[in-house]
C-alpha cells in the first residue's frame, strides 16, 4: 500500500502519530514564545508560533528515551513548496543555538528538563548560496529583541554569534570547508538538489562524519527537502531508500525520523475539484497558502504534470521511463490477506548473490498477489560477501506447500537448476499444471522472453492500469515494482532495472508475474478455488 496513514483530510502522512512520552520537546515550545517572532509576512513581529503539525515534529524530534538520549539522530522532513520548511529549520536553528536543547536529567516529578547547548555550532548548508539564505535571511526577524540581550547575539549575515561562543554558520557547496568540525545540528537544505556532480554527496558524507564525532551523541542532522526526482540519486531520494529499508527491516540502523505528508493517490490533476482536494491534503495546516494560485501553476502550460506533482502534491512523480506509477499501484491495493488452505499459484525469481530472490503467491480465485519471502542483500557492512540463502528458500517453500493448496509453481531456472528439479519431483503430485513440457517448476524467463512479455508483463501492466489487478499493499513488493522501468523489445515493452548494476531490485515483480501465469495456466487446466486438478498424467 502506499506508505503512510491516511488523515481526516485525505493526506498520506508518514511520520510518527501521536505524543512521545518522553520529550524535550514542551521545554522547547515554551521558549520558542518567549524568545521567538514571525520574521515576515502580515503577522511580521508578532510571537511565533508553530501550527499543529509542526509542533507535532518538534515533539518527536526532541523525544528522548530512558537515559536521556535522543531517539533521532537525524531527520528528513519533506514537504510541497511554500509549506513553511525554511521557516521551521530557522527556528530549530534558533533552538539549538541559545535555546534549551540538551537533556539535563529528571526533575522531582519525573519530567526531563532540557538545557541550552555549552558550545552550540549550528551550520546551515546547501548547495549554493541561495539555498542557504533561505534560512538565513529569516534568523535576524525570528530572534526577538529580547532573545539578542540575553544571549548577546551579533547578527551576521554568513556568521551570527552568541555571547556563549556558539554560532550559527552558513556553509555551500564545499565539503573541504565542512570537514573536521564538530558541528551540535547541521540543517541541510533542499537536499532533492543535492548530487554526485555538485558536490551534494560529498557533503551530506562530511557532515554526517562530523557528527558522528560529538561526544555526547547528541549532534544531529535535518533535512529538508521536496518530493524528489526518481533515478537522480539525490541526498533526498538516499535518505528516502534509507527510510524504506528501516521500515522493511532491510538495515541494523535506525533513528531516522522520516516525516512526510503528501496528496492522496487518487488526486487527478485534470479534475479542478480533485486537484484543488489534493493540494488542501497536501498542505494541511499550512493556512498562509493560496490554492487558487497554486490550481493556476498547476494548470499553468509550462508546468509538467510530474513537476507539479512533487512540488505541489509532494507526490514523488514516476520516472520518465518507469513501468507504472505510485498511484496507479496503489490504487490496486485489496484489504484483504490469503488464509490457511487457500488456492495459490506460486513464483518464484532466484539469484545468489547480487539480485534479489523472491516468492510471491498468486490466489486462484480473485488472483491477489502477496509475497512470503524476498531475500535482498542487506545495506552496509552486512552485504559484503553476502548469498542467497538457499537452504532458508527451500525452508520457505516447504512452509507454503504446507500451509496453502499450491496447484502452480513456475521459477525461473538460471542458476538454481538443482532446487528446480528438486522441486518438481517433490511437489509434483500437487501441481495441475507443468511450468513447461521439461519441467514440473522450471520456467525459463531467458528462453522464453516473447511470453513473459506479452502473457506476463504487458497483460499485468494492463491490469494496473485497468484496476483489475489485486495486491496486499506489501512495502517490498511496492518497491520493486515502482523500481521497474519500461524495457521495449520485439515482442512488445517488458520491464528491466534502472540499469545492470542498479541495487534497485525488480525481482519480486518479476516473481508476481510468473505467478500471475502460472494461476492462468492453473485455471485455464481445469484448476479452481477448491484446488481440482485435471485428469492430466505426467511421467517424468
Known amino acids: 500500500m502506499a506508505l503512510g496513514r491516511r488523515d481526516p483530510l485525505g493526506a498520506l502522512v508518514t511520520g510518527p502519530d501521536g505524543i512521545p512520552t518522553l520529550t524535550l520537546g514542551w521545554t522547547v515550545l515554551e ?6 517572532r514571525q520574521p515576515d509576512g502580515p503577522d511580521a513581529g508578532a510571537p511565533w508560533r508553530f501550527t499543529p503539525e509542526q509542533v507535532r515534529i518538534v515533539l518527536w524530534w526532541y523525544a528522548i528515551d530512558p537515559r536521556g538520549r535522543f531517539v533521532y ?3 528528513v522532513i519533506r514537504r510541497s513548496k511554500g509549506w513553511g520548511k525554511d521557516p521551521l529549520c530557522a527556528a530549530l536553528a534558533c533552538i539549538e543555538f541559545v535555546g534549551p536543547c540538551r537533556f539535563g536529567g529528571f526533575d522531582a516529578a519525573g519530567d526531563p528538563v532540557a538545557v541550552p547547548h555549552p558550545t552550540p555550532w549550528v551550520q546551515v548548508t546547501a548547495v549554493n548560496l541561495a539555498q542557504t539564505r533561505n534560512t538565513m535571511s529569516l534568523l535576524p526577524g525570528m530572534l526577538s529583541p ?6 548577546g547575539i551579533d547578527l551576521g549575515k554568513e556568521i551570527i554569534y552568541a555571547r556563549s561562543g556558539g554560532q550559527i554558520q552558513s556553509v555551500t557547496s564545499s565539503p573541504r570547508a565542512l570537514e573536521g568540525g564538530r558541528p551540535t545540528l547541521v540543517i541541510a537544505n533542499e537536499t532533492q538538489h543535492w548530487l554526485a556532480t555538485n558536490d551534494g554527496h560529498a557533503m551530506a558524507r562530511v557532515a554526517r562524519r562530523n557528527l558522528g564525532k560529538s561526544r555526547d551523541g547528541a549532534a544531529r542532522l535535518v533535512e529538508i527537502t521536496n518530493a524528489h526526482e526518481p533515478g537522480l540519486d539525490s541526498v533526498a531520494e538516499q535518505s528516502y531508500e534509507a527510510h524504506l529499508a528501516m521500515v522493511e527491516g532491510r538495515t541494523r540502523g535506525g533513528g531516522l525520523l522520516y516525516d512526510s505528508r503528501e496528496a492522496p493517490p487518487e488526486t487527478v490533476l485534470s479534475d479542478p475539484t480533485s486537484l484543488r482536494a489534493g493540494l488542501r491534503a497536501a498542505y494541511g495546516d499550512a493556512t498562509w497558502t493560496d ?3 497554486l490550481v493556476d501553476e498547476v494548470y499553468d502550460p509550462n508546468t509538467p504534470a510530474s513537476e507539479s506533482r512533487r512540488f505541489y502534491l509532494n507526490q514523488i512523480a514516476a520516472a520518465e521511463d518507469a513501468w507504472t506509477t505510485a498511484t496507479e499501484w496503489d490504487a490496486c491495493v485489496y484489504d484483504d490477506q490469503l488464509g490457511p488452505g487457500d488456492v495459490v499459484a506460486l513464483g518464484g525469481d532466484f539469484s545468489r548473490t547480487d539480485d534479489a530472490t523472491a516468492l510471491v503467491l498468486c490466489r486462484l480465485s480473485d488472483g491477489l498477489l502477496a509475497p512470503v519471502g524476498v531475500w535482498e542483500r542487506p545495506d552496509g557492512p552486512a552485504g559484503d560477501g553476502w548469498e542467497v540463502p538457499r537452504e532458508d ?3 520457505m517453500v516447504a512452509h507454503i506447500f504446507g500451509r496453502y493448496r499450491v496447484v502452480a509453481f513456475y521459477g525461473d531456472v538460471a542458476g538454481w537448476e538443482s532446487y528446480i528439479d528438486a522441486w518438481s519431483v517433490r511437489y509434483r503430485d500437487q501441481l495441475a499444471v507443468k511450468a513447461s513440457p521439461r519441467s514440473v517448476v522450471g520456467w525459463d524467463m531467458r528462453a522464453r522472453t516473447g511470453e513473459f512479455t506479452r502473457r506476463g508483463a504487458e497483460a499485468t501492466l ?5 484496476r483489475t489487478l489485486r495486491h496486499t499493499g506489501d512495502p517490498v513488493l511496492r518497491r520493486h515494482v515502482l523500481n521497474a522501468r519500461r524495457r521495449p523489445n520485439r515482442w512488445g515493452v517488458s520491464f528491466g532495472k534502472e540499469h545492470r548494476e542498479s541495487p534497485r531490485k525488480v525481482d519480486a515483480l518479476a ?4 505467478a500471475r501465469l502460472a494461476r492462468q495456466d492453473a485455471l485455464a487446466a481445469g ?3 477448491a484446488g481440482e486438478r485435471s485428469g492430466e498424467v505426467w511421467a517424468l
Open 511 to 514: 516473481a508476481g508475474i510468473l
Open 291 to 293: 490554492l487558487d494560485r
Open 73 to 75: 539522530r537525524r531527520a
Open 146 to 151: 529580547a532573545a539578542v540581550d540575553d544571549y
Open 462 to 466: 494492463a491490469a494496473i492500469t485497468d
Open 31 to 36: 521558549w520558542t514564545v518567549e524568545y521567538l
Open 527 to 529: 484448476a479452481d478455488g
Open 393 to 395: 528458500v527451500d525452508d
